[in-house]
């Protein structure tokens, strides 16, 4: 049994070795991945060639779509944001709020960044606020660290639910019930986040004197929203409703409530060029992300007059060729990608783009994420492997003896190993998702509960994930101080794995779950 769990762990070792001493790319070190695990499903577990090789198709159909889609289509509308010039607006807007630095951190890094999680994802809430922040003369090392840590928790209903989504496609398990336990398990760590960012970025716990009610007022703002939308909608909804609510109680609070200045705290730089904009430039700059989050809600189960016909539109299909194959399901239109992409063409006809112009931003945002392709269809074409293989059973069987009932307590962590491998919610879901699956009923545990558990772990994971600190990094123009913030961030990692898994194992024990 030993020999097998080893053997099974090989692809998931290999992917270790090869981004964090090796050094690799994610697409060349996960499509190497893959070979490996085709070698070892074959040879090992004598799968046969057909079986392999439909697993494998299964895995890039179900990353093609509705996975990849939904990356490319908010990517696409955030860069025709940037062509149009709508983005720089939507900085100004952001930053002429206010003066004080803790303030502004708050707005753009937890507001603005959950925002652009729920809707993009993939490195984007943590390379546009930091971008902003640094533009606003932060230190560069604490903007990046601020964002990767209020990054780590929202992943899980990142790029419109995705991750998420796909543990239920994974799992089986409906996405409503996920999402909601995910809002649940998260709360503790979520709740302390922009309490650590603003001593992050105020260097030291003197940063919060005077600001703890304005704190409280984000945090309860975009928590309480998130979790009700978690549990009533979903997971496709959570940060962007969160966010929206949030950023809209900030503002009001930084300009009603009375707050003492600091001038330890206060900033030059405000982004002044916003006082010339008029209440219709701004609706035009926010108009894609305003019909995504339209058109996201109509499409909802909340409008079934909408949602049934359009969700009727969709196509069966059963790839592996093996025993109890799993059906995946296609929705054509009624899906966020695509409706993300119409709202991204729509949004950019309203910012002044010409046709051209708009296919010219989707062929440029195809291109340059080809590398990302290659990644999520290899981790997916892993995990189906490994799944009808067998092989995730087998690593389960070993983790039940050695854990037994205590397993909860490195659900979590698990989850953070994989987000720290591949940078990804989702990749992490679909290499360890199923093995937390059947591990939880193994243990008599609650299924969904420990699913959630791998998702909070992959946020966290990210923090010192080495592509989401080079993203940062890149976007700060600091490339060569990636070993510097990852020090910085190591301690936040550790501790909110640690938190996590008390959560996980505490919850049960006292009937929160």
């Excluded at 940060?239 to 809209?248: D, E, F, K, T």
């Excluded at 009001?252 to 206060?266: D, G, H, Q, R, V």
């Excluded at 269809?377 to 059973?393: D, E, F, H, N, P």
């Excluded at 080079?470 to 910085?488: P, Q």
Aim: hydrophobic share 55%; glycine share 10%; net charge positive.
């Amino acid at each position: 049994m030993f020999l097998k769990f080893i053997l099974a762990l090989l692809p998931i070792i290999w992917l270790i070795v090869a981004m964090s001493i090796l050094k690799w790319p994610g697409y060349r070190a996960c499509f190497m991945a893959l070979v490996v695990t085709i070698v070892i499903a074959v040879f090992g577990w004598k799968l046969s060639i057909i079986n392999t090789a439909t697993a494998a198709l299964e895995g890039i159909c179900n990353a093609l779509w509705p996975i990849i889609i939904v990356i490319l289509a908010a990517l696409f509308t955030y860069n025709l944001t940037l062509k149009t010039g709508a983005m720089e607006k939507i900085k100004a807007m952001l930053a002429g709020v206010s003066t004080d630095r803790r303030i502004l951190m708050l707005l753009i890094a937890f507001g603005f960044g959950n925002f652009m999680e729920g809707m993009a994802g993939f490195g984007t809430a943590v390379a546009i606020p930091a971008g902003i922040l640094v533009g606003l003369g932060f230190d560069p090392i604490l903007s990046i660290v601020s964002c990767l840590i209020i990054n780590s928790t929202p992943t899980a209903f990142g790029s419109v639910g995705v991750p998420t989504n796909t543990m239920s496609n994974i799992t089986g398990i409906p996405s409503v019930e996920i999402a909601g336990k995910v809002a649940l398990i998260q709360l503790v760590v979520s709740f302390i986040i922009p309490f650590i960012a603003v001593v992050v970025i105020g260097k030291g716990f003197k940063a919060l004197k005077g600001l703890v009610p304005f704190i409280l007022i984000a945090d309860v703002t975009f928590l309480a929203p998130q979790f009700v939308v978690a549990n009533v909608i979903g997971p496709d909804l959570a940060n962007i409703i969160g966010a929206i609510i949030s950023m809209v109680a900030m503002i009001i609070a930084a300009m009603k409530l009375p707050m003492k200045k600091y001038p330890e705290f206060e900033v030059k730089k405000t982004g002044g060029s916003s006082k010339g904009l008029t209440a219709k430039e701004a609706l035009v700059a926010w108009s894609p992300f305003i019909l995504i989050f339209i058109f996201l809600l109509l499409s909802s189960t909340l409008v079934p007059i909408i949602h049934d016909p359009l969700a009727s539109i969709n196509s069966k299909i059963s790839f592996y060729a093996g025993e109890n194959p799993a059906t995946l399901t296609f929705y054509w239109i009624n899906t966020p990608g695509v409706l993300i992409l119409i709202a991204g063409f729509i949004g950019g006809l309203i910012q002044g783009a010409s046709v051209g112009e708009i296919f010219g931003v989707l062929g440029t945002t195809v291109k340059n994420n080809v590398k990302t392709i290659i990644t999520i269809c290899s981790v997916l074409s892993v995990a189906k492997i490994m799944g009808y293989s067998g092989m995730i059973s087998d690593i389960a069987k070993v983790l039940v003896a050695v854990a037994g009932d205590k397993f909860p307590l490195i659900s979590p962590l698990i989850g953070t190993i994989g987000g720290f491998v591949t940078g990804s919610g989702t990749s992490t879901t679909a290499l360890f998702g199923q093995l937390q699956v059947e591990t939880a009923k193994a243990i008599e545990a609650n299924p969904t509960w420990l699913a959630a558990a791998n998702l909070m772990g992959a946020g966290i994971g990210k923090m010192i994930c080495p592509q989401s600190i080079a993203i940062g990094t890149a976007a700060c123009g600091l490339t060569g101080a990636e070993s510097k913030i990852l020090g910085k961030c190591a301690a936040y990692t550790l501790l909110f794995a640690a938190i996590g898994g008390i959560v996980c194992f505490v919850f049960p024990m006292i009937g929160l779950v």
